[in-house]
């Protein structure tokens, strides 16, 4: 079955770390932007982060530069987005979509249209003391 299954959400307190993973399953990820977009309450999703397999190129949002790195493991076909100094505005349901096409700085730069290929169906992340 071709996805991509998120995990590793949580409770954090802020200030806290968590890694999410992005597994591929049923397709390599090797000629593919990988993306993590989010969704708070009562808000748009929005693009968070975005890896270009093709080169290794990373991107990122204004908002969670020098806090969030994304990165892949080649051989365990997944992406991993690895989050620190957690804010509570950080919270959402985050989801990870794979596109066969350069579409990461797309992905960062509000009101550029693209399209996604596969998308996960999500994991929570809580950022509450």
């Known amino acids: 079955q071709v996805q991509v299954v998120e995990s590793g959400g949580g409770l954090v307190q802020p200030g806290g770390s968590l890694r999410l993973s992005c597994a591929a399953s049923?397709?390599?990820?090797?000629?593919?932007?990988i993306a993590w977009f989010r969704q708070a309450p009562g808000k748009e999703r929005e693009g968070v982060s975005c890896?270009?397999?093709?080169?290794?190129?990373?991107y990122y949002d204004d908002s969670v530069k020098g806090r969030f790195t994304i990165s892949r493991d080649k051989a365990q076909n997944t992406v991993y987005l690895h989050m620190t100094n957690l804010k509570p505005e950080d919270t959402a349901i985050y989801y990870c979509?794979?596109?066969?096409?350069?579409?990461?700085?797309?992905?960062?730069?509000?009101?550029?249209?693209?399209?996604?290929?596969?998308w996960g169906k999500g994991t929570p992340v809580t950022v509450s003391s």
């Open positions: 979509a794979a596109r066969r096409a350069p579409i990461c700085l797309a992905v960062v730069t509000p009101g550029v249209p693209y399209d996604i290929d596969y």
């Open positions: 049923g397709f390599s990820l090797d000629w593919y932007s």
């Open positions: 890896f270009r397999s093709t080169d290794g190129s990373t």
